[in-house]
C-alpha cells in the first residue's frame, strides 16, 4: 500500500511540476531526437546563434504538420522543453498521462468555448514556472496546422504568457519570443527535407519598457484598452517576423501560381538551401553489395509496413501522416533495427527520388 502511495505522489509531482528534470524523459530524449532526425533524408538547422542565452525564451513556430513541428524545436538543441497541444487531446486518460510524460500541456482555444479558454490559467501558470525556471516553452501562435507556405492570424496566448512572465519576473530576466520557420520538403511523407529557420529573437521585456515610456499619465499596461493595443502590437512585429522564416505565399486565391513564382526565385535564406542527391553509381554499388539482406529485411519487414499503410489509411488528416509515421516508426525501428535497416535505407533513398522525379515531370 505505501509503495503504491508513493507511485502515486510521483506522478501527482510530475504532474504539477511539468517543466522539472525527469529520468525517464531524459533517457529517452536523444533516442527520440535521433529517430526524428532519421526519419528526414536531411535536417538543416539555420539561425542557431538567434536563440537567446540570457533569458526566458518562448519558440513561437508555424504550424503545418500536427506533432512534427513540436519534434522539429525539441530536437533544435538537447535541452527539455515545454509544449502546448490542443485540449481536445487530452480528454482520454491514458493519452493526457502520456502527453504530460512528453511535457506537453493541454491549452483551449477560442473554437472550444468562451468558458473553455478561461481554464488555461493553470496552463498559463505552468507556463510562467517553466519560463521562470530557465526551460524554453514552445507555443504554436496560429493554433490550427494548415499545410501550405502561409500563415494564419496568430493568437493572443503567447502575448499573454510573455507578458505575465514580465510581470512576474521581468526585473530578473529578459523575456524573448523567438520566431521560427519550418520548411518541410513534403507535408505528407516523410524522407524528404526539413529546413529549420530560427529568425532574430524578440526582447518582450525592452518592448514593453519602450511601449510604457510612450503611454499618457495614468496610463498602464494593466489596463485592458492599453493592453490590448500592447499586444496587437507584438503580434504584428511576430507576424513579420516569422513571414521571413518561410516561404510566405499572401494570397490564397492564386496560392499555387504564387508559391511556384516564388521557389523559382526565392529570397534569403532560401536561396542558398543545399540540393542533396546520392550519386546513382554510389546506390548501385550499395544496392549489389546488400541486396540479399535488403530483400530478406523487406519480406521480414512486409507485415509491419503493411500495419502503417492500414493506419494511414485511417488518418483522415493527411496532415498528421508525418506524425502517425514517426510514432510508428519510433516503436517498430528499434525493436527490428538489423533486419530492417537496409530496407530503411534504400526505401528512403529510392522514395525520395521518386517523388522528384514525379514533380520534375509535372
Given at each position: 500500500m505505501q509503495k503504491k502511495y508513493y507511485l502515486c505522489a510521483f506522478f501527482v509531482k510530475t504532474m504539477a511540476d511539468i517543466q522539472e528534470k525527469?529520468?525517464?524523459?531524459?533517457?529517452?530524449?536523444?533516442?527520440?531526437?535521433?529517430?526524428?532526425?532519421?526519419?528526414?533524408?536531411?535536417?538543416?538547422?539555420?539561425?542557431?546563434?538567434?536563440?537567446?542565452?540570457?533569458?526566458?525564451?518562448?519558440?513561437?513556430?508555424?504550424?503545418?504538420?500536427?506533432?512534427c513541428d513540436a519534434m522539429a524545436i525539441l530536437t533544435?538543441?538537447?535541452?527539455?522543453?515545454?509544449?502546448?497541444?490542443?485540449?481536445d487531446m487530452f480528454k482520454n486518460k491514458k493519452a493526457a498521462w502520456l502527453l504530460n510524460g512528453l511535457k506537453i500541456m493541454p491549452i483551449r482555444r477560442m473554437r472550444d468555448g468562451a468558458n473553455e479558454v478561461l481554464k488555461n490559467d493553470e496552463t498559463e501558470d505552468k507556463a510562467i514556472a517553466t519560463l521562470h525556471d530557465g526551460v524554453p516553452f514552445c507555443i504554436l501562435p496560429e493554433g490550427t496546422h494548415r499545410p501550405m507556405h502561409s500563415l494564419l492570424p496568430l493568437g493572443k496566448g503567447v502575448f499573454?504568457?510573455?507578458?505575465?512572465?514580465?510581470?512576474?519576473?521581468?526585473?530578473?530576466?529578459?523575456?524573448?519570443?523567438?520566431?521560427?520557420?519550418?520548411?518541410?520538403?513534403?507535408?505528407?511523407?516523410?524522407?524528404?527535407?526539413l529546413y529549420i529557420n530560427i529568425g532574430k529573437p524578440i526582447n518582450i521585456s525592452q518592448q514593453i519598457r519602450d511601449f510604457e515610456s510612450k503611454l499618457e499619465p495614468?496610463?498602464?499596461?494593466?489596463?485592458?484598452?492599453?493592453?490590448?493595443?500592447?499586444?496587437?502590437?507584438?503580434?504584428?512585429?511576430?507576424?513579420?517576423?516569422?513571414?521571413?522564416?518561410?516561404?510566405?505565399?499572401?494570397?490564397?486565391?492564386?496560392?499555387?501560381?504564387?508559391?511556384?513564382?516564388?521557389?523559382?526565385?526565392p529570397p534569403k535564406p532560401f536561396d542558398k538551401f543545399k540540393k542533396h542527391r546520392i550519386p546513382k553509381w554510389l546506390l548501385i554499388v550499395c544496392l549489389v553489395l546488400l541486396s540479399p539482406?535488403?530483400?530478406?529485411?523487406?519480406?521480414?519487414?512486409?507485415?509491419?509496413?503493411?500495419?502503417?499503410?492500414?493506419?494511414?489509411?485511417?488518418?483522415?488528416?493527411?496532415?498528421?501522416?508525418?506524425?502517425v509515421q514517426f510514432l510508428w516508426q519510433f516503436v517498430w525501428i528499434p525493436l527490428t533495427l538489423f533486419i530492417t535497416l537496409p530496407f530503411w535505407m534504400f526505401l528512403q533513398e529510392y522514395v525520395y527520388q521518386a517523388r522528384k522525379l514525379k514533380n520534375s515531370n509535372n
Amino acid at each position: 500500500m505505501q509503495k503504491k502511495y508513493y507511485l502515486c505522489a510521483f506522478f501527482v509531482k510530475t504532474m504539477a511540476d511539468i517543466q522539472e528534470k525527469d529520468r525517464i524523459y531524459d533517457f529517452f530524449h536523444p533516442l527520440v531526437n535521433r529517430m526524428f532526425r532519421c526519419s528526414f533524408r536531411h535536417i538543416t538547422y539555420i539561425g542557431k546563434e538567434n536563440i537567446p542565452t540570457d533569458g526566458a525564451v518562448i519558440f513561437a513556430p508555424n504550424h503545418v504538420n500536427a506533432l512534427c513541428d513540436a519534434m522539429a524545436i525539441l530536437t533544435i538543441d538537447n535541452k527539455r522543453k515545454v509544449f502546448v497541444a490542443r485540449a481536445d487531446m487530452f480528454k482520454n486518460k491514458k493519452a493526457a498521462w502520456l502527453l504530460n510524460g512528453l511535457k506537453i500541456m493541454p491549452i483551449r482555444r477560442m473554437r472550444d468555448g468562451a468558458n473553455e479558454v478561461l481554464k488555461n490559467d493553470e496552463t498559463e501558470d505552468k507556463a510562467i514556472a517553466t519560463l521562470h525556471d530557465g526551460v524554453p516553452f514552445c507555443i504554436l501562435p496560429e493554433g490550427t496546422h494548415r499545410p501550405m507556405h502561409s500563415l494564419l492570424p496568430l493568437g493572443k496566448g503567447v502575448f499573454r504568457i510573455a507578458l505575465r512572465a514580465y510581470e512576474e519576473f521581468g526585473q530578473e530576466k529578459p523575456i524573448y519570443i523567438v520566431p521560427v520557420g519550418l520548411e518541410y520538403g513534403d507535408y505528407f511523407h516523410l524522407w524528404n527535407t526539413l529546413y529549420i529557420n530560427i529568425g532574430k529573437p524578440i526582447n518582450i521585456s525592452q518592448q514593453i519598457r519602450d511601449f510604457e515610456s510612450k503611454l499618457e499619465p495614468g496610463d498602464s499596461i494593466q489596463q485592458s484598452h492599453t493592453r490590448a493595443i500592447l499586444i496587437n502590437e507584438l503580434r504584428d512585429i511576430l507576424t513579420q517576423r516569422m513571414r521571413e522564416q518561410i516561404l510566405w505565399v499572401p494570397d490564397d486565391e492564386h496560392y499555387d501560381e504564387n508559391f511556384k513564382r516564388l521557389s523559382e526565385n526565392p529570397p534569403k535564406p532560401f536561396d542558398k538551401f543545399k540540393k542533396h542527391r546520392i550519386p546513382k553509381w554510389l546506390l548501385i554499388v550499395c544496392l549489389v553489395l546488400l541486396s540479399p539482406l535488403f530483400l530478406v529485411s523487406a519480406v521480414i519487414t512486409f507485415p509491419l509496413w503493411l500495419v502503417w499503410f492500414i493506419i494511414r489509411s485511417v488518418v483522415k488528416d493527411p496532415a498528421f501522416h508525418n506524425s502517425v509515421q514517426f510514432l510508428w516508426q519510433f516503436v517498430w525501428i528499434p525493436l527490428t533495427l538489423f533486419i530492417t535497416l537496409p530496407f530503411w535505407m534504400f526505401l528512403q533513398e529510392y522514395v525520395y527520388q521518386a517523388r522528384k522525379l514525379k514533380n520534375s515531370n509535372n
